[in-house]
């Protein structure tokens, strides 16, 4: 059985599973737990700290539009919600059409119909976190 702390003080609610509800992209809380059979309670644990961080999600932008033409230059911008030295991969589709490389934009000089598609990002990096999570999927229409 777990209580978190909250503001300062343990919150009294008990759960089965420690399950942290994530406000924010990097949270710690404080939490003790004990034992239950029946009737009986055994004792609270020490209190221990848990920081749990939610990966960041990358972004795509597509420049000028999600619909173009054939010949048109288009520039597809992968943004991800968290500063780093990040490293860009692009997919196309499930397949992969650029990996990791430190430029975050993957640009298309002059597209045509086969390029048409759903394109989605993501980042990695050295340091913690070490990648992101991936975009949603960004329908590129060719006409």
């Not at 004792?43 to 939610?54: G, L």
């Not at 619909?67 to 992969?96: A, M, P």
């Not at 394109?119 to 976190?129: D, E, H, L, V």
Request: one cysteine or more.
């Amino acid at each position: 059985m777990w209580d978190s702390q909250l503001d300062g003080q343990f919150t009294g609610k008990k759960t089965q599973t420690l399950n942290p509800l994530m406000q924010q992209l990097k949270q710690s809380s404080l939490y003790q737990c004990r034992a239950q059979r029946g009737e009986y309670y055994s004792e609270f644990s020490n209190t221990a700290e848990i920081t749990v961080e939610v990966r960041p999600k990358a972004v795509v932008h597509v420049h000028p539009d999600e619909n173009v033409f054939r010949g048109e230059k288009v520039t597809l911008t992968c943004h991800i919600q968290q500063k780093g030295d990040w490293q860009y991969s692009w997919n196309k589709e499930e397949n992969q059409v650029s990996s990791a490389r430190q430029d975050q934009k993957y640009i298309i000089p002059s597209v045509a119909s086969s390029h048409s598609g759903l394109y989605s990002c993501k980042g990695t990096q050295s340091k913690a976190p070490t990648y992101s999570q991936m975009s949603d999927g960004v329908t590129l229409t060719v006409s």
